[in-house]
C-alpha cells in the first residue's frame, strides 16, 4: 500500500541541465524512469518545473533587465523543460499532459484544475509550465499552489547537492546535521531556508507537507511515496 495516492513534484531546472545550461538527455530520461515506475504503481504524479537551466529573472534583472520581462522569459524556459521530460515520460509508455499559465496552443493545453484533476484520475501524469503566468513568483511558489487546487497529499521538493533539510549548510559546515521530521514552526524559529518565503508560507497556513529529498537520489521519489523515510519531512505537527 502506498503512502501517497496524489503528489506533486517540484523539479527545479538545475535537475535537466545536469549542472550546464540547457537540457541534457541522459539526466531527463534517468528522471522519466523514475516517474514512469512512480506512475505505474498507481500513484497520480502532478509536476511542477523550474527553468533556471535556461534563464533565472533575479539574475538578468542584476544584470540590468526589466524584471517583468526576465520572468517571462524564464516562464518560457520552464515550458522547454516541460515538453523535453513529456517527451521523455512518453517514450516510456506514460500517457503525458502538459499545462501552462501562458498559453501556447500549439504545444500544451491551458492550466485548468478541474481538466487536471481528471487527467490524474485517468493516470496521465501533469506537468505544469509557464510558472504562474505572472512576474515575481517562484516556481516553488507556483508549486505550492498548484499542489493545493489539484488536491496533492504532499510536495516533494527536489533540491541539488543535499539530501534534506540541515541545522546548518553542510557545504559549509561540517558539523551540520540532517533534520528526518521538521514541523513550519520550527523550520520559521530555526530559520531553516526550505522553500522560499511565499510557497513556505502557503504550505504551513495550509498544513500541506513538504518532503525535501536529494535530486541525486536515484529512485527516490518511487521510495518515498512506499512509505520509506527519506530526506526531511515538514509538516504542520
Not at 64 to 91: H, I, P, W
Not at 92 to 120: F, N, W
Amino acid at each position: 500500500m502506498t503512502r501517497y495516492q496524489r503528489i506533486l513534484i517540484k523539479l527545479s531546472g538545475e535537475n535537466f541541465g545536469g549542472g550546464e545550461v540547457g537540457v541534457d538527455p541522459i539526466v531527463v530520461a534517468s528522471i522519466a524512469k523514475e516517474i514512469a515506475a512512480v506512475a505505474a504503481s498507481g500513484v497520480q504524479v502532478a509536476i511542477v518545473v523550474g527553468g533556471g537551466n535556461f534563464f533565472r529573472g533575479a539574475e538578468l534583472q542584476q544584470a540590468g533587465m526589466d524584471r517583468s520581462r526576465a520572468d517571462y522569459m524564464g516562464m518560457l524556459g520552464t515550458v522547454m523543460n516541460c515538453l523535453a521530460l513529456q517527451d521523455f515520460l512518453e517514450k516510456e509508455g506514460v500517457d503525458t499532459r502538459v499545462q501552462t499559465a501562458i498559453t501556447m496552443g500549439q504545444v500544451a493545453e491551458p492550466y485548468i484544475p478541474r481538466k487536471a484533476m481528471r487527467h490524474l484520475e485517468k493516470g496521465r501524469v501533469v506537468i505544469f509550465g509557464a510558472g504562474s503566468g505572472m512576474p515575481y513568483f517562484s516556481t516553488d511558489t507556483v508549486a505550492a499552489q498548484r499542489a493545493m487546487e489539484v488536491h496533492a497529499e504532499v510536495v516533494l521538493m527536489a533540491k541539488n547537492g543535499v539530501d534534506g533539510v540541515y541545522t546548518a549548510d553542510p557545504k559549509k559546515d561540517p558539523t551540520a546535521t540532517k533534520y528526518d521530521e521538521l514541523t513550519f514552526n520550527e523550520a520559521l524559529q530555526k530559520q531553516l531556508k526550505i522553500a522560499d518565503a511565499t510557497a513556505f508560507a502557503l504550505c504551513m497556513e495550509n498544513k500541506m507537507p513538504i518532503v525535501v529529498y536529494g535530486a541525486e537520489d536515484e529512485g527516490a521519489i518511487f521510495r518515498i511515496v512506499q512509505g520509506e523515510k527519506i530526506g526531511t519531512l515538514v509538516t504542520a505537527g
